[in-house]
């Protein structure tokens, strides 16, 4: 069995359950953030709204500085439904890159960097879980976090909340 058809399952899996929190972020509060070390809502949800993009950097190619200018930079959306419209665009971007990714490629190495700073060097596989998956989960955990805060139901994720019986 590929490995794709073992990550793809995870794959929808997560980013259904990322959307479902994206949806219901407040519009009228981009600027809040629980504390003076947190990003502000906007910040936080349009970075966890761009990790598929990321996802698809990392199945075509070998390596991404983030200090080099020349990696795409996307432009911050106007609104919560533009985020969300790019979410979609860019999931089904990196699914249908993902889908199309031999084994082999997945045992290959991949490296991301701030200039000589090294943030990851393994295998592509290894930075697809931990790297995307492990970082989406996290920031969307976040996410919940800002939700319960400002008193909006947060949407069962890996079981029923609070919210959601």
Do not use: C
């Amino acid at each position: 069995m590929p490995l794709y058809d073992l990550l793809l399952p995870e794959f929808d899996d997560e980013i259904k359950k990322t959307r479902n929190v994206l949806e219901r972020l407040p519009e009228d509060r981009p600027d809040y953030k629980p504390h003076d070390k947190s990003m502000t809502l906007t910040k936080l949800a349009n970075h966890t709204a761009e990790l598929p993009g990321f996802l698809s950097m990392m199945l075509t190619t070998d390596s991404i500085d983030v200090m080099n200018p020349s990696v795409p930079r996307p432009a911050a959306p106007a609104t919560g439904q533009d985020r969300l419209a790019n979410f979609d665009l860019l999931a089904a971007n990196a699914r249908a890159q993902l889908a199309g990714t031999a084994d082999r490629a997945m045992h290959e190495n991949w490296k991301l960097s701030a200039g000589e700073r090294v943030i990851f060097n393994g295998s592509r596989y290894h930075a697809l879980r931990s790297m995307f998956l492990n970082h989406l989960v996290h920031h969307r955990a976040q996410l919940s976090v800002y939700l319960r805060m400002n008193d909006i139901a947060v949407p069962s994720i890996y079981g029923p909340s609070a919210d959601e019986k």
